[in-house]
């Protein structure tokens, strides 16, 4: 198994789509190989080619409480619909991790972490209890990657 991953999805100045990027600065911080990325689903394949595991981490936009997290390890099934189109990206996470398997270009371990969150317009403040779940996640993949 190569080198792990975390990818940290989304855009900083809106709302809660900047979960992805808090969270992989927060693993960054500890040493960790975390990058953020703020484009389409598309780049992600060449993000992680070579690297496994990889950990996705996104904010869904969902009717669930904001803050509920998914943990999902990719297996041959396609991803749950709650979290299919359930993105501000042109081509999501979803869109992106189906190509990759019909590309044959998916990594062997492959993690979506999601967060249930509706704010995403410009210049929103990340909804209180999405915010509260940035620390949470990173503590909980810090100590399963083996970070400080």
Same mark, same amino acid.
């Given at each position: 198994? $190569?080198?792990?991953?975390?990818?940290?999805?989304?855009?900083?100045?809106?709302?809660?789509?900047?979960?992805?990027?808090?969270?992989?600065?927060?693993?960054?911080?500890?040493?960790?190989?975390?990058? $953020?990325?703020?484009?389409?689903?598309?780049?992600?394949?060449?993000?992680?080619?070579?690297? $496994?595991?990889?950990?996705?981490?996104?904010?869904?936009? $969902?009717?669930?409480?904001?803050?509920?997290?998914?943990?999902?390890?990719?297996?041959?099934?396609?991803?749950?619909?709650?979290?299919?189109?359930?993105?501000?990206?042109?081509?999501? &996470?979803?869109?992106?991790?189906?190509?990759?398997?019909?590309?044959?270009?998916?990594?062997?371990?492959?993690? &979506?972490?999601? &967060?249930?969150?509706?704010?995403?317009?410009?210049?929103?403040?990340?909804?209180?209890?999405?915010?509260?779940?940035?620390?949470?996640?990173?503590?909980?993949?810090?100590?399963?990657?083996?970070?400080?």
């Amino acid at each position: 198994m $190569s080198a792990p991953l975390v990818i940290g999805i989304g855009n900083p100045l809106r709302g809660d789509d900047a979960f992805g990027p808090r969270v992989a600065e927060g693993l960054a911080a500890r040493g960790l190989a975390a990058v $953020s990325h703020q484009g389409d689903g598309l780049g992600l394949i060449h993000l992680w080619e070579g690297r $496994s595991p990889v950990h996705l981490v996104d904010a869904a936009r $969902s009717n669930e409480q904001p803050g509920r997290l998914w943990r999902l390890e990719l297996g041959p099934e396609a991803l749950p619909a709650e979290l299919t189109g359930a993105t501000s990206h042109l081509v999501g &996470v979803a869109e992106a991790v189906e190509l990759a398997r019909a590309l044959d270009r998916l990594p062997e371990q492959l993690v &979506v972490h999601a &967060v249930a969150a509706r704010a995403f317009g410009f210049g929103e403040a990340m909804t209180p209890a999405v915010e509260g779940m940035v620390d949470v996640l990173v503590q909980a993949l810090a100590a399963e990657l083996g970070g400080r």
